[in-house]
């Protein structure tokens, strides 16, 4: 279910510009707006939930689906060498946006 005020709802809905590299009828992948690393990118499902908390057999099937895909995806966006994968979860994580998101970093060697 759609969110009206969450950002990447309103990305999905073509409300705010953003740097997409790859799109399907389940996921979404585009530019991080403040990168962490050289490469940043933003893997999002099109079905609004808030945490991977929030996880049921569905969502879980849909969270595979994205993890399927992420490596090819970001071998053909820069990170060939290796990526980090994030999810935060709330707010010790420093979880902004609360539409499930898999943060992927890389195009250069990460520290930690
Ligand atoms: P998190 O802290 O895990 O909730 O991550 C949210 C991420 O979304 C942050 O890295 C932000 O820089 C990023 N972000 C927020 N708004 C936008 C936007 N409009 N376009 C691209 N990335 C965004
Ligand atoms: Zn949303």
């Known amino acids: 279910m759609e969110d ?19 799109e399907d009828d389940k996921m979404l992948v585009f530019k991080d707006i403040e990168p962490k690393a050289k490469i940043h990118l933003l893997a999002i499902c099109k079905d ?24 090819l995806i ?3 966006n820069g990170c060939e060498n290796g990526y980090r994968l994030i ?11 609360f539409h499930l998101h898999i943060h992927i970093l890389g195009g250069e060697p990460l520290p930690w």
Do not use: W
């Not at 009206?4 to 709802?9: G, L, R, S």
């Not at 609004?48 to 490596?71: N, Q, T």
């Open 4 to 22: 009206k005020n969450c950002v990447f709802c309103r990305i999905l809905r073509g409300e705010i510009p953003a740097q997409k590299v790859y």
């Open 48 to 71: 609004h939930f808030k945490l991977l908390s929030d996880m049921d057999e569905s969502r879980a099937e849909l969270v595979k689906y994205m993890l399927g895909k992420i490596p």
């Open 74 to 76: 970001a071998a053909a």
């Open 87 to 97: 999810i935060n979860q709330g707010g010790d994580a420093g979880q902004t946006v």
